[in-house]
């Protein structure tokens, strides 16, 4: 029965996150950041962002749109960070003796342990990964919070500051702002490759 709810509960989000893509929503959006209520909804939209698989630079650019680079980015990033939380803890509380899950954990144990567990956050931040697998993962591994919420912060400084900024610019709120320069990903391609290089080498030469 257990694996008939969670299989409906799967189902659920997958269909919430196709009839609530931002693209559909960018009306209800635009009401929202009008709104003397805007910080209270923003705070629910980070709330249930990763159930709808949203990813997190559409809210960094609607927080760039509402309050600009300065007051954003650092209202972003905090954000992120805590919409980052339910993924880590679903990672970290979940039961790991089925086959698929032990085997997520056990990976993600050995990468964390490779690259430290700041470093291997920031890495896989840098890089243009889904936020949820990360966030699980780093839970899984074993990761402690308060060095999940440093890497987090460190590895989504970047794409915070860019998509604030792009929000920023706007005279109408527009999901594409969440877009990131394509320069920009593969900057942060090769900055994942850099911390990562030594501790791949290291474990080859071994």
Do not use: H, N
């Not at 989000?13 to 950041?33: E, G, K, T």
């Not at 309050?67 to 919409?83: C, E």
């Not at 591994?141 to 999940?148: D, K, M, N, T």
């Amino acid at each position: 029965m257990r694996r008939y709810l969670a299989g409906a509960a799967a189902a659920l989000v997958v269909a919430l996150a196709v009839l609530a893509r931002p693209s559909r929503a960018l009306d209800a959006l635009r009401v929202a950041v009008a709104s003397p209520w805007f910080p209270l909804v923003l705070v629910g939209l980070y709330a249930v962002r990763p159930f709808l698989a949203w990813p997190i630079s559409v809210l960094s650019a609607l927080v760039g749109f509402k309050y600009g680079l300065v007051v954003g980015v650092p209202v972003a990033l905090v954000g992120a960070l805590a919409t980052s939380l339910p993924a880590y803890a679903a990672g970290r509380y979940a039961p790991a003796d089925g086959l698929l899950v032990g085997r997520f954990s056990d990976g993600s144990r050995r990468f964390f342990a490779a690259t430290g567990d700041v470093r291997g956050l920031v890495a896989a931040r840098f890089a243009p990964t889904p936020a949820e697998p990360v966030s699980a993962a780093a839970g899984a591994g074993g990761v402690p919070l308060r060095s999940f919420a440093a890497g987090t912060l460190v590895g989504e400084l970047p794409w915070v500051v860019a998509t604030v900024a792009l929000g920023s610019g706007l005279d109408t709120f527009a999901v594409a702002a969440s877009s990131v320069d394509p320069l920009l990903l593969a900057v942060g391609v090769l900055a994942a490759a850099a911390l990562l290089g030594p501790v791949a080498y290291r474990e080859l030469a071994a």
